[in-house]
């Protein structure tokens, strides 16, 4: 099992979504994040907010998944949240040793998905 | 350098703007010298002019309590939209009030007001308000300053555009919607402001009641609003992947905002503190309540629930449809002018919108396009001279007459403000392109066209 951090522009998101929709990827837990990355916060005028301590608004998504749908995952997140420009953020993918899901006590696999 | 250019060249342009309006001030004071009492636009009537205190400060009242409306209607709209596009909303509804005003001093007044060219438009002896002040106009309103008159009336031609916002919220750049407003108010609202309310305006010499704008401000907005819907086309992602409103407790203060505000609205449109005033004050009141208790009540059955967003957006509803009616009718007739108003936008929402397939971002025709015209015609039916002399009887009184004068009423402004506003939109749009572009859409209209957030993430 792997754990998948993205961080992307928040305009891509819907797009993403789309295509994590196209890969029947559907659990995914999104969040309002800022950061900064190798432009130091400063963005192109139009594209993102300068906020206090040059912090830049993105969007953050996390999803579990089994090992067969890692690489689909990638793909979609890369598909819709591409843009070629400066700031279009990153993916973590890390090792997910355990995973419950809380209403059935079911562990690994099962719970994942 | 190009930039450079350009401010330079707007600079200069402000200071032309600057000047002409101080060389305006001028000739105003100059041609203002003979107070006569009567305007300049105005024909000899008899009715002799005599400021009352108490009419007069009813009116003052009445005019900051309509200008409070277009704040109110930036947060009913604002706490509708995405939380990307709220102050892109807000902003809107505060450059209409400023743009307006301006638009309305200079030559709107005029437009509307001045000397019948037709029955159809004023003429511009009123130019720079030449001869508006403290004497009463006989025509309009012979107890109350001039100038008040202009004043409340100015309220009036403000709120009617910030309606329309309610149509293409989210994706109009900014710069082709201050276009637009110049525009519209000028084509559209001037025009028809004479001839439902100038005297010798073809709709009023044909005897059509609008006692407080539901021709000239509900359907004409709202008309336009379709137009405005249907030429910019939907937004992305609409209507599955739209987020919902995002702050509902906004759209209720605004809501709540505009029910007050309505007071001045149709209370003031009397221009007198009198019976008649109260009378329009209860008619408006009754009329917003019993529309949203409908609107609520078909959630619940609909629905299962009832919800903020059905409760307020039918109370609107109802002030909308009852605009027209306020001076004219009983409470009694205004339940009825309630139910419609609670009944008709609701299947308008619910049915007409999907089924034709336009996205009409707050519902701007729905509300205003669709409560406007069951008010315009619920006039016709509701109208008794028991509450008002100087009205009309309906058909419920036994007027049928009444009825095809409002139908007549209603059918010129729709396709008025209907072809007028697509030939507006369209002429617009080939010099300042109206629709944002889809990233600044996707982004949102309040980082791409103002350089702001309406929120913060982090403290």
């Known amino acids: 099992m792997k754990f998948i951090i993205a961080i992307i522009q928040p305009d891509r998101l819907d797009e993403v979504l789309a295509k994590l929709t196209e890969k029947e990827i559907h659990l995914v837990t999104v969040t309002n994040v800022v950061g900064r990355g190798r ?30 749908f890692v690489q689909p995952a990638i793909d979609a997140i890369m598909a819709g949240a591409r843009t070629g420009q400066i700031g279009d953020g990153k993916i973590f993918v890390l090792d997910l040793p355990r995973c419950i899901r809380i209403r059935t006590g079911e562990e690994g696999h099962e719970a994942i998905g | 350098m190009t930039t450079h250019k350009r401010r330079i060249g707007l600079i200069v342009a402000a200071v032309g703007v600057l000047l002409s309006a101080m060389a305006m001030t001028t000739l105003g004071q100059g041609a203002e010298a ?10 000899t009537a008899a009715a002799p002019t005599k400021v009352d205190s108490g009419d007069t400060a009813w009116v003052m009242l009445s005019a900051g309590l309509v200008m409070m409306m277009t704040p109110a209607l930036a947060f009913f709209y604002g706490g509708l939209v995405r939380r990307k596009n709220v102050l ?11 743009i307006v005003s301006v638009q309305w001093v200079l030559f709107g007044y005029s437009l509307s007001f001045g000397k019948s060219h037709g029955g159809l438009i004023g003429g511009l002896e009123m130019f720079a308000l030449n001869g508006v002040g403290a004497a009463p106009n006989a025509d309009y309103a012979p107890t109350i300053p001039h100038s008040v008159f202009m004043l409340f009336q100015m309220m009036f031609a403000v709120i009617t555009p910030a309606l329309i916002i309610g149509a293409f919220a989210e994706r109009m750049r900014f710069s082709a919607f201050c276009i637009l407003t110049v525009l519209w108010s000028t084509l559209i609202y001037d025009p028809v402001c004479h001839w439902v309310w100038g005297v010798g305006g073809w709709l009023k010499t044909m005897g059509a009641l609008d006692f407080a704008g539901g021709t000239v401000v509900h359907i004409n907005a709202g008309i336009a609003a379709l137009a405005a819907a249907l030429i910019l086309g939907k937004r992305q992602g609409f209507p599955s992947m739209i987020s919902p409103p995002h702050s509902l407790p906004f759209a209720t203060l605004g809501a709540g905002l505009l029910w007050f505000g309505w007071f001045g609205f149709n209370g003031g449109s009397s221009l007198h503190a009198d019976g008649l005033a109260g009378s329009a004050m209860v008619a408006t009141h009754v009329a917003a309540a019993v529309a949203g208790l409908t609107w609520a009540g078909i959630d619940w059955i609909w629905h299962g629930k009832p919800t903020t967003l059905g409760m307020i957006t039918g109370a609107v509803a109802g002030l909308v449809a009852v605009t027209p009616a306020a001076g004219y009718v009983t409470p009694a007739g205004a339940i009825g ?5 609670g009944l008709l936008p609701w299947l308008a929402v619910t049915f007409l ?14 509300v205003h396009g669709v409560g406007g015209i069951w008010g315009a015609i619920a006039t016709g039916l509701w109208a008794t001279k028991t509450v008002n002399e100087s009205g009309g009887n309906g058909l419920f009184y036994g007027d049928a007459h009444q009825l095809v004068v409002q139908l007549t009423a209603v059918g010129a402004t729709i396709v008025y403000a209907f072809v007028g506003s697509v030939i507006l939109f369209k002429v617009v749009n080939v010099f300042s392109t109206l629709r944002a572009g889809a990233h600044e859409e996707r982004v949102g209209l309040d980082l791409t066209e103002h350089k702001e957030a309406g929120y913060t993430i982090i403290d």
Do not use: W
């Open chain 1, 39 to 68: 432009q130091k916060g400063i963005a192109e005028v139009y594209r993102s907010h300068k906020e206090a301590g040059s912090l830049l608004r993105k969007v953050r998504l996390e999803i579990g998944v089994n090992e067969a």
């Open chain 2, 34 to 43: 003979p107070a006569t009492g009567v305007a300049p636009g105005a024909t």
């Open chain 2, 88 to 98: 892109s909303v807000l902003m809107q509804c505060f450059m209409i009030l400023c």
């Open chain 2, 337 to 341: 002018i309630g139910i419609g108003a």
């Open chain 2, 353 to 366: 919108k999907p089924r034709m397939n336009y996205d009409d971002t707050l519902d701007a025709f729905g």
